[in-house]
């Protein structure tokens, strides 16, 4: 199934020496497995044509979960106690409504998705609210299995897949009509299409190729010659590029949206992209979370959108074990190199001037003692802050900023003039006679974060977008 392909990564599940792992239920060979060395579908041996009734990637394609593609002018065996129908439509003399599809044929319907939330939404809603629930405990058993092979998914997952199995449909006693009418224009999100993202990957990894995606994997250990210090694993995925509909910022939080929160339905995370021109002029935006998966362990979630002026391409990464945040050396490299293939870089500003008009404040306070050399308390080493801005749309700016210890209050006030220069937020502070600039970090409507000021071009990190304690985040008041 093509979203297990994705979904069941993402569980961090899959060891990077692991064969692309794709569920087969009922036996029978699924997209990227085939027995006995035989070519993919769509894939032919020594350049022959496909036989009559195979079609290559991207035509109609052979039915999954337990159907088996028959010889030319034979009837598919039934799956699950039902016969297969065309997407969307009933079984004759099963069920009377188009919307009580059973469980299997709700997979069914799961395996012509992408990689996108909206399409398995569709699929719900052909079939009635028992059958939708029960195909989606399925996917969530397989995503939050921490399993890595079949026996497992079948062990663990076992209660799930009988239960969808033995359900039929649910009749109603509604008239027989017509298929509910599909979006005419439903959101787009990662899918089919082609990869046109170019890139160097850092040495080392492993790369597989699905029609899905391009999967990059790396297994290391802690220490060299035994996992008893641990070990770390990294996966990028790369997907198929995307025509752009809206903002950046809009498309970052759809496909957030579909990728991450669609695989982790529990994440809680506001993100708040970072924003980085890359050294190739193309722009990245980029953020991150900390997941579980069902076996308790930590996965780091990364979520990268290359954008060119009219396109761009997603990467997933998914880290798990014991990060090794020097990989950023490599990794930034890589990142900052990308192109994406036929397409001219986004020129748009990262960061408009709109976004941060309003007044903010941020404040932190740290708690401490000093001591003698015998440990005895000899004074407070508390300290607490606070900065306050107001940005107004004609472009000047008043601030404050205020900082108290035990033995001294501090006020410092400024006001002048500021823009926004893609990464950068310029302040000419004429009350105090200074020019500074900081890097935002990230702009999400209530929350801007920017650089702190003793270090102001710090960029955000691509291994660890969130992993910086030092940054002022601002709250709109």
């Not at 990077?16 to 569920?23: E, N, T, V």
């Not at 102001?456 to 030092?470: D, K, L, M, Q, V």
Request: hydrophobic share 30%.
């Amino acid at each position: 199934m093509k979203l297990l392909s994705v979904v069941v990564v993402v569980a961090g599940c899959i060891p990077a020496s692991a064969p692309p792992y794709q569920p087969q239920y009922g036996g029978q060979p699924q997209y990227g497995q085939q027995p006995n060395g035989q070519p993919q579908y769509g894939q032919q041996p020594n350049g022959q044509q496909p036989p009559t009734g195979q079609q290559p990637y991207g035509q109609q394609q052979p039915q999954s979960y337990g159907q088996q593609a028959q010889p030319n002018g034979q009837q598919q065996p039934q799956s699950y106690g039902q016969q297969a129908q065309p997407y969307g439509q009933p079984a004759p003399s099963q069920l009377v409504a188009s919307a009580t599809a059973s469980c299997s044929q709700n997979l069914q319907c799961y395996d012509q998705c992408g990689v996108g939330q909206p399409c398995l939404d569709s699929c719900d809603g052909k079939s009635n609210p028992t059958s939708s629930g029960l195909s989606r405990a399925v996917i969530g058993c397989i995503v939050s299995s921490g399993c890595t092979d079949q026996a497992c998914v079948e062990q663990r997952c076992a209660t799930q897949l009988q239960t969808c199995m033995s359900n039929a449909g649910v009749a109603t006693s509604a008239p027989i009509g017509p298929p509910p009418a599909q979006p005419a224009s439903p959101p787009v999100v990662a899918g089919k299409g082609s990869f046109d993202l170019v890139y160097q990957w850092p040495a080392g990894f492993t790369e597989e190729r699905t029609p899905d995606l391009i999967k990059l994997t790396k297994h290391e250990q802690v220490q060299a010659g035994t996992d008893f210090y641990g070990t770390r694993d990294y996966t990028y995925l790369i997907l198929p590029t995307v025509t752009t509909q809206g903002s950046m910022l809009g498309e970052f939080q759809a496909q957030w949206t579909a990728l991450v929160r669609g695989s982790f339905p529990a994440d809680a995370t506001v993100p708040n992209p970072r924003r980085r021109r890359l050294q190739s002029g193309f722009t990245c935006f980029f953020d991150g979370a900390n997941e579980k998966a069902r076996n308790g362990g930590d996965l780091d979630i990364v979520l990268y959108l290359i954008f060119a002026s009219d396109r761009y391409v997603p990467v997933l990464a998914i880290h798990s074990g014991d990060t090794k945040w020097e990989f950023e050396q490599q990794l930034a490299p890589a990142f900052n190199a990308m192109t994406i293939r036929g397409a001219s870089p986004n020129r748009a500003s990262l960061n408009t001037a709109a976004d941060l008009v309003g007044e903010w404040s941020t404040s932190d306070a740290s708690y401490g003692s000093y001591v003698n050399s015998s440990g005895g308390y000899v004074g407070d080493a508390s300290i607490g802050t606070a900065s306050y801005f107001t940005f107004r749309a004609n472009g000047t700016f008043d601030s404050t900023f205020i900082g108290i210890t035990s033995s001294r209050r501090l006020k410092e006030q400024g006001a002048g003039t500021w823009k926004v220069d893609d990464e950068m937020l310029v302040l000419n502070d004429k009350k105090q006679g200074r020019t500074t600039s900081r890097r935002i970090i990230g702009v999400s409507g209530n929350e801007i974060e920017l650089a702190p000021s003793y270090s102001a071009s710090t960029a955000p990190e691509f291994i660890g977008p969130r992993r910086s304690n030092y940054n002022d985040k601002f709250k709109r008041k």
